[in-house]
Every structure is written in structure tokens, then in C-alpha cells.
Nanobody, 126 residues
Framework: QVQLVESGGGLVQAGDSLRLSCAASGRTFRLYAMGWFRQAPGKEREFVAAISWSAGNTYYADSVKGRFTISRDNAKNTRYLQLKSLKPEDTAVYYC???????????????????WGQGTQVTVSS
């Protein structure tokens, strides 16, 4: 099993930046990819970004391209999500998720991730 712990959320103003971290522990050698999702009140969980575990290929939702960057530190088994130029509509609980095998060529489907962190709140004021 894999355990995930997110950190780094907070309350910021529009235009500010934040960096979220997701530390993985347990059977990390079995990981295929890591993803970030977010869920705003009253809305469905949506894909934000993903990175393949070994090759480091990255994937982004159109709504965050050019503003968010996903990266990795393999030595720490940690993945990061750098959020820049934040907007009030970015307000949500952000979750990291781990994928342990290949399901499809899409990285944006929540049901293709096997483990989830507890979430970290990001609130952007206007």
C-alpha cells in the first residue's frame, strides 16, 4: 500500500503563489504516476496535473496550463504542485493521488488512481 500526505495549502490573495507537496510512503516502487486533483464546494473532483513516476512526463488540465507546474523529488518520494497567478476560481481542496498501474492513456480520471491523500485547502481571495 501507498500512503500520501499533502501539505502547503493556505489562504492567499489573487495573483499570489503557493507550493503544494505530496509525500509518498510505503510501496512507492510500485507507483506508475502521481496526480493532483481539486474539488470546490458543490462541484465534482477535477483533474489538475499528473506526472509519470519514472519518466517524469507531465500532463495538465487546460485551466491551469502555464500557471501550475508539477515536479518531483525522487530522493524524497515527493511530488510538488507549484501554483502561480492564483485566481479565486482556484479555490478548492487539493488532493494528491497515486496510480499503481497502467489503466489507460488518460491521466485525468479519478477512478484510475488507487490511493489518495487527505487533501489540503487552497483559498484564493479576490
Amino acid at each position: 500500500q501507498v500512503q500520501l500526505v499533502e501539505s502547503g495549502g493556505g489562504l492567499v490573495q489573487a495573483g499570489d503563489s503557493l507550493r503544494l507537496s505530496c509525500a509518498a510512503s510505503g510501496r512507492t516502487f510500485r507507483l506508475y504516476a502521481m496526480g493532483w486533483f481539486r474539488q470546490a464546494p458543490g462541484k465534482e473532483r477535477e483533474f489538475v496535473a499528473a506526472i509519470s513516476w519514472s519518466a517524469g512526463n507531465t500532463y495538465y488540465a487546460d485551466s491551469v496550463k502555464g500557471r501550475f507546474t508539477i515536479s518531483r523529488d525522487n530522493a524524497k518520494n515527493t511530488r510538488y504542485l507549484q501554483l502561480k497567478s492564483l485566481k479565486p476560481e482556484d479555490t478548492a481542496v487539493y488532493y494528491c493521488a497515486a496510480r499503481t498501474k497502467y489503466y489507460s492513456s488518460s491521466y485525468s480520471r479519478p477512478n484510475e488512481y488507487d490511493a489518495w491523500g487527505q487533501g489540503t485547502q487552497v483559498t484564493v481571495s479576490s
